[in-house]
């Protein structure tokens, strides 16, 4: 009876957002994207890259449960987005359903229970015909999906780009968009569809954030292509570098609202060297990127732990300027990037690409030279790193020696 009530609401809901009636409220003006969500980057679970479609209600909850036990909810992480895999049918009415083998008690339920522990629900779709694992995709019923996910209580929509053959981009996600807002409860929309129309250039009325790259995957260095048994290339995830090469000259087009985003974290996913998962969560730190844990949170190390869980590393991501960093040095060796921060200090992340452990010099007064720091800069700073928070007064140079695939990073006061 509940649910007939619900679907004459939602038939209702429909007829008022008919093409007539979203003329006059002229979807496509700024400001129709919900504000307020993406004041700085999002941060949370996803259990795409630890998990693919293997996810299910227990699974869910323990990891809330973990998150909430681990203190990763205090920290900042917050959302905990379902990605491909919790579908089920559609039914007659084309109304989307979870698959009910894998959440028995419902989306409803889940969604309840996740902000009973100050957790917030992200779930996934894609414009097209099918998601990437050939699940239901929204096209031809955002408006219908944009309101089931209201009445479920989601927080938080990643979109993606899979089966969307000759679609315009523009057109699907500010259609998506529009639906999550006539849908009336606010809910984040995280843009998927990897860089391809240069969403950077459009979409800052559209989605809090965008994909810059195709998929991550667990390496640090350019991941070797893959080739099926008849030598035809295969898709291939990038490394961690290649990923900031891609995302780190799109600086200029992120700030408080709509970020870059060069997916999701593989720190704690094994392969990956202890110092090359502090290098990678620096560098997405630096980047202002969201901060969406991939792995098993359930059975992570402490030492994984800790690395994401750095509060001095987090409030550099989440500082409120919203100004990714910069490269301004890249040899063979080292990469220098700068982020200026909103109080009036400056960020500094050295990353050490070579193979072997090297020392690191370098004369902080040359800062001046540089643009995007210029009005930041000191004739001495008190220099704080960001892993351990020890404080050097009064100092115009750095010199350290820097392990193999390494980054360490430092205010600059
Ligand atoms: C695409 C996305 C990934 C993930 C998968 C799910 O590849 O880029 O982040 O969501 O689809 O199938």
Avoid at 84 to 106: A, L, M, N, Q, V
Avoid at 204 to 229: K, N
Avoid at 341 to 369: H, M, P, W, Y
Wanted: aromatic content about 10%.
């Amino acid at each position: 009876m509940k649910s007939h009530i619900f679907l004459t609401f939602i038939a209702a809901a429909l007829l008022l957002a008919s093409p007539a009636g979203a003329q006059e409220r002229k979807p496509d003006a700024p400001g129709a994207k919900w504000e307020g969500l993406a004041d700085t980057p999002q941060m949370g679970w996803s259990s795409w890259n630890k998990f693919q479609t293997n996810i299910n209600e227990t699974l869910i909850k323990d990891i809330a449960d973990r998150m909430v036990s681990l203190g990763l909810v205090d920290a900042g992480y917050v959302y905990l987005n379902l990605d491909d895999g919790w579908h089920g049918e559609r039914d007659e009415r084309g109304f989307i359903h979870e698959d009910p083998e894998k959440f028995p008690s419902g989306m409803k339920a889940l969604a309840d229970y996740l902000h009973s522990k100050g957790i917030k629900l992200g779930i996934y779709s894609d414009a097209g015909t099918n998601t990437c694992a050939c699940y239901a995709g929204s096209l031809g019923h955002e408006y219908q999906d944009a309101f089931m996910y209201a009445y479920w209580g989601v927080d938080y929509l990643k979109y993606d780009w899979c089966y969307t053959n000759d679609i315009n981009p523009k057109g699907a996600y500010a259609l998506m968009r529009n639906a999550l807002r006539a849908a009336g409860r606010p809910i984040f929309f995280s843009m998927c569809e990897w860089g391809s129309s240069k969403p950077w250039e459009w979409a800052a009325e559209v989605g809090h954030s965008w994909r810059t790259t195709g998929d991550i995957g667990v390496g640090f260095l350019p991941i070797p292509q893959r080739y099926d048994e008849n030598g035809n290339k295969m898709w291939t995830p990038l490394g961690v570098m290649p990923i900031v090469d891609l995302n780190e000259p799109l600086r200029k087009y992120a700030g408080p609202g709509h970020w870059n985003d060069p997916d999701m974290l593989e720190v704690g996913n094994g392969k990956l060297t202890l110092a090359e998962n502090r290098a990678h969560f620096a560098l997405w730190c630096m980047m202002a990127s969201p901060l969406l844990l991939g792995n098993d949170v359930v059975n992570m190390k402490k030492e994984h732990l800790e690395i994401l869980e750095n509060k001095r590393l987090i409030a550099v991501d989440q500082d409120a300027l919203g100004k990714q960093a910069k490269r301004i040095r890249k040899s063979r060796i080292f990469d220098v990037l700068v982020r200026p921060l909103a109080d009036g200090a400056i960020a500094l992340c050295v990353l050490n690409k070579s193979r072997r452990s090297q020392k690191f010099e370098f004369d902080l007064t040359a800062l001046k030279n540089e643009e995007y720091v210029k009005d930041y800069t000191k004739t001495s700073y008190v220099m704080e790193n960001l892993w351990d928070g020890r404080k050097v007064a009064d100092v115009n140079s750095v010199s350290a020696t820097i392990a193999s695939h390494d980054a360490i990073v430092w205010k600059l006061k």
